[in-house]
């Protein structure tokens, strides 16, 4: 398996991949230089636009389809692009991004395309009811469509309560539940939801809410949503202690099992990923900072094989 960098013109991060026409396509954001100091925030992470790219094969030949969306393009956007995802239904695909708003919050936004790999317009607004950052799309056997999405610190997502905004919000004390990422299903026109947002509850093997003070396993940000001999995995990081995790389901909206770590702490600190199946395996995308010799904010995207265990556990992947 290749362990180098999949793009290495430019900095690359957050790879979310999708098969789409037998082809994989890659929706990553775009690592930017910049002066500003890191902090626990994320404001060194400036991205202004995401490139798309694709290959025929995992090891195969990697085109860069260029700039598929610009934050001057985004009309309630004030800056700070970050992971997005990517959709098809109706005959369009949907890219799904997140960014701050003129107020400074974040939000998610949608914009719409004909090919994979755009161009994409964005809607003049946010999606009714979004928060926070990292939306990851579901589209499910049955014809629904999901979107999951949050991230805490810098991605604010400690800061909602009951829908409402508090900037001074605070993450659980840590024998209290942990905080969970957010999910909605999508009406049919992909830009909208039908029915209420909802918290995803992760649960140890005991029936009992992670804690707050668990970071090897609490939900931190990036949601990657698949599915598996019919169940649901909902993979993640674990953010400051930088480990991929995942938990199970039987439904998309959960409640999720705490199942395991699949992924070790990488070059760089944040790890944020995406899985799917394709030449019959599936793959694990995801990045780390050693393109740029460890410099958080300049990343780069690398996949690896990911194999089940016969129960349908995620085997640990290799770092290296």
């Known amino acids: 398996m290749p362990e180098t960098p999949l793009i290495s013109h430019i900095y690359t991060a ?36 995401y490139h798309v790219f694709s ?15 610009d934050l001057k393009d985004v009309p309630w956007a004030s800056k700070q692009l970050w992971a997005p995802d990517a959709a098809f239904k109706n005959g369009k695909y949907y890219l799904y991004f997140p960014a701050r708003d003129k107020a400074g919050i974040f939000r998610i936004g949608v914009a719409v395309g004909d090919r994979p790999e755009g161009p994409f317009k964005a809607e003049p607004q946010p999606i009714a009811g979004t928060y926070s950052i990292d939306p990851c799309c579901l589209n499910d056997d049955d014809g629904r469509s999901w979107l999951a ?79 598996y001999q019919g ?35 990488v070059i760089g600190w944040t790890t944020h990923h995406s899985i799917v199946e394709h030449g019959g395996k599936w793959w694990l995308f995801h990045h780390d900072a050693s393109l740029s010799g460890g410099r958080n904010h300049l990343r780069c995207v690398k996949v690896k094989e990911l194999t089940y265990a016969a129960d349908g556990r995620i085997n640990p992947v290799p770092v290296s």
Request: proline share 8%.
């Open 55 to 69: 290959m025929d094969r995992v090891g195969g030949p990697v085109t860069d389809h260029g700039v598929a969306l």
């Open 149 to 227: 999405w949050g991230g805490i610190w810098g991605g604010q997502l400690q800061g909602w309560r009951n829908s409402h905004f508090d900037p001074a919000g605070r993450e659980p004390a840590d024998h209290e539940p942990a905080i969970g990422p957010r999910i909605a299903e999508l009406a049919p026109d992909m830009k909208s939801f039908t029915g209420a947002v909802t918290e995803i509850k992760i649960l140890d093997e005991q029936g009992q809410p992670l804690r707050a003070g668990d970071h090897d396993r609490r939900y931190f940000e990036g949601p990657w949503l698949h599915k």
């Open 14 to 49: 957050d790879p979310s991949a999708h098969v789409f026409n037998g082809r994989i396509y890659l929706y990553p954001s775009h690592d930017r230089e910049g002066n500003i100091p890191d902090n626990d925030l994320g404001d060194q992470y400036d991205m202004v636009d």
């Open 231 to 265: 169940k649901y995995y909902l993979s993640y990081s674990t953010g400051n202690t930088h480990y991929l995790v995942y938990a199970t389901a039987d439904n998309p909206r959960g409640p999720y099992t705490y199942r395991g770590r699949f992924l070790e702490p």
